[in-house]
């Protein structure tokens, strides 16, 4: 049998772990060899770490959610163990803009779902009646009939009413998904919540009863009187994520990198795929694309029309993250905490705000701080198109307003995300069953990347590496061994802005 090539579009954390799983397959004797091919003339999609008057600063992606072990073990993999760091957990405090004010999220609330009574009865975030619909929710009996897919905004208000949407559930998918919780999927962005209502009616009632399984497992495990430290809510490298994109760099063959090479269109005739670029037409018996969907389909709009319409469908919002390093004496008016998160209906452009300093270590020198804010999403686009001048201003006039913070910094980055964060829209999994079922049509073909299982860097991962073990797969050589997609399920929340 002779050497199968596999072409992969895409030099994102997606598309560098399916060329990885590609690799070692290789290494382990399989016979099997990849193309990369980036645009950028760098490696690494959005992931981007800077360095600024003395400070790592990240112009994408911080951190990502340990529990989701697809980030650590890739890390792991590629020999990073002791280069991984988690957020100062034993400082996490998040706040919310509340009428002009920053109120502290109360304790053992999870994602919008309280499990502690006293700090959620005694918290100012919350109005009197919502605080009752939050105990009467205890009492919801299960949801028998489901009616497909609703918006997250539905179903958190059918538990917790309005003011549940906007003070929390809006504001920490802003800083997720740039999205909305009117217009974000129940089943897609919170699928434990859908299980959890379908089960227990209440999700407190599920939430309270996921922890003792998890307790009860974890005893189980490591014996009854085993006290297991809390692993941090996220983690990230020392050098920041670049350093992850660079290890992913010196695993891979140099000769197998094809930067600055857009793949400007794509050809297939039922065995090879052809891959057209400024540099001529090249041949391979397997393919994955691991852009962002709408441009996955329109590489493929000649070979198969109505997976590229599925894929062109996908929406993805933008964003704009600005970052300010300080002097710390500056800042000793800030509160404690990771950040804060802005409601849409406090008039503000800004969605949310992270210390860097305090949420993670290695990032300031002891007399520095980090100021990071996340602006535009879904229904503020247009400051994409606002000068760097404009935007600074903005985030300096709203850090005043907020926290009280009139020092100049010593230096500002800003950093726009053009359709980088997808939107899963209500009917989403439908649309990525759809795209699974029509991408299996084509021989040795898969997709990649953020807008299909998970928008994460984990998720990323297991994307592109799921990817690439059907793909080797179909083109006859022995499955690589990866684990299975849907092998661990995190609650969604947020994936790094400010919680
Ligand atoms: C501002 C921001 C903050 C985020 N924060 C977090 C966080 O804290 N934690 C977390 O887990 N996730 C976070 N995310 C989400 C996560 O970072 C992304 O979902 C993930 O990195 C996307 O990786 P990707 O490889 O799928 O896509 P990308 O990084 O978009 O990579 C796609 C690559 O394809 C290339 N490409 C496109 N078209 C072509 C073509 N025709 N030919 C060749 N190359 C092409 C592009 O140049 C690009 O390099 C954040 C995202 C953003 C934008």
Redesign the pocket.
Known sequence: MGMKRIAI???????LAAATIVERARREGAAVEFTL????SRL????ITDHVDGCLVEA??????TEKSWGLDFCRSLGLGDQIIGSNDNERKTYILVNGRLVSIPDGLMFMVPTKLLPTITSPLFSWSTKIRMGLEYFHAPKLCTNGDESVAQLVERHYGREMVQRLADPLLAGVYGGDAESLSAAAVLPRFVDMEKRYGSLSRGMLAARKKMAAMMREKHGANHQSAPRPLFSSLKAGMQQLVDAVADFLPRESMQLN????AILYDGTQWRLVTAAGVEVFEGLII???AQ?AGR?ISGVAPPLANELLDVSYSS?V?VTGVYDRADLRNLPPGFGFLVPRNEGKRMLACTFVHNKFPHRAPEDRGIIRTFLGGLRDASVLAQSDEEILAIVRRELKEIVGLEAEPRAERV?R?NR??AQYGPGHMARVRHIQSASNQLHSFAL???AYEG????D?IASGTVAAADVVEQLGLPRPQVAAKGEEKAFTRP???SR
Not at 60 to 65: I, T, V
Not at 261 to 264: G, Q, S
Not at 455 to 458: L, T
């Open positions: 579009v895409g030099g994102g954390i997606s598309g091919f980036e645009r950028g690494g999609g959005v992931m994408g992606p911080d951190s990502f959610l090479r857009e793949v400007t691991a852009t962002p441009l590489l964003s993250t950093y995300w980088s964060m990649a990347g953020n928008i994460g860097v984990p990323c994936t790094g802005v």
